[in-house]
Nanobody
Framework: QVQLVESGGGLVQPGGSLRLSCAAS????????IGWFRQAPGKEREGVSC?????????YRASEKGRFTISRDSATKNTVYLQMNSLKPEDTGVYYC?????????????????WGKGTLVTVSS
């Protein structure tokens, strides 16, 4: 069964950190980039970051570069993490793990093949 399962969301104060995890199964990861989208209340989903599972190339949304870090588990090779630091209230939203066949377009929702169910991140004091 093809699936992406997110975990790690929650409530955090502004300036705090969270690490999201995405466990992928049921498909060949080397054919995809695995990444993260988020959807803020009342807004469209936007790509945040992705990592090409075959060569490790990483892509970030410009506004998140420097605060967010994407990585993959070198041991299991089927888990991707998103470390989020210096969180702001505008980072609040549902974060979705995604699988995209073309890493170079991995921040475009149109090109996503597989979506996880999402995990809620709330940044608030």
């Amino acid at each position: 069964q093809v699936q992406l399962v997110e975990s790690g969301g929650g409530l955090v104060q502004p300036g705090g950190s969270l690490r999201l995890s995405c466990a992928a199964s049921g498909f060949t990861l080397d054919y995809y980039a695995i990444g993260w989208f988020r959807q803020a209340p009342g807004k469209e989903r936007e790509g945040v970051s992705c990592i090409n599972m075959s060569d490790g190339n990483i892509f970030y949304r410009a506004s998140e570069k420097g605060r967010f870090t994407i990585s993959r588990d070198s041991a299991t090779k089927n888990t991707v993490y998103l470390q989020m630091n210096s969180l702001k209230p505008e980072d609040t939203g549902v974060y979705y793990c995604v699988a995209v066949p073309n890493a170079r377009s991995c921040l475009r929702a149109y090109d996503v093949d597989i979506w996880g169910k999402g995990t809620l991140v709330t940044v608030s004091s």
